[in-house]
């Protein structure tokens, strides 16, 4: 996900600019922010920039080459992870990617590996 989000920062940001990333944690999430002074993101483009094979198709965003698919993986991967993703962004001045995730905690994290093993027992995947 970041590896992502960073690539393209450094795809739409000219030589000599600015990326930035920073990560925050509060008690039920975290939160990583990817941001950059590169090309930006027209206004119209920001409600489709997560939507399958979109491609942003203004002059100056021809800059880097792509499938479409990096930021819809990117927010299927964060959504299924419960979390959230958005973007603000100012064309000819640079965007910021903003995603969270919950904090899981070790009660919940047992629980679940509780309930994989039982299933894997009942299933016969799993012998002791």
């Given at each position: ?13 000219n ?5 930035d ?42 800059m880097?080459?792509g499938?479409g ?12 992870l ?10 000819g ?36």
């Amino acid at each position: 996900m970041i590896t992502n989000l960073v690539n393209n920062a450094i795809s739409y940001t000219n030589s000599g600019g600015k990326i930035d990333i920073s990560v925050s944690a509060a008690p039920n999430e975290v939160t990583t922010i990817v941001s950059d002074n590169g090309v930006g993101i027209p206004e119209d483009a920001i409600p489709h920039l997560f939507t399958k094979f979109f491609r942003v198709s203004n002059a100056s965003q021809q800059m880097s080459k792509g499938t479409g698919l990096g930021l819809y993986i990117t927010k299927s991967i964060i959504e299924k992870l419960n979390g959230k993703i958005w973007v603000e962004s100012e064309f000819g001045k640079g965007s910021k990617f903003i995603f969270t995730l919950p904090v899981a905690t070790q009660t919940s994290g047992l629980v679940n590996s509780n309930q994989f093993v039982n299933q894997a027992i009942q299933s016969g995947a799993l012998n002791y």
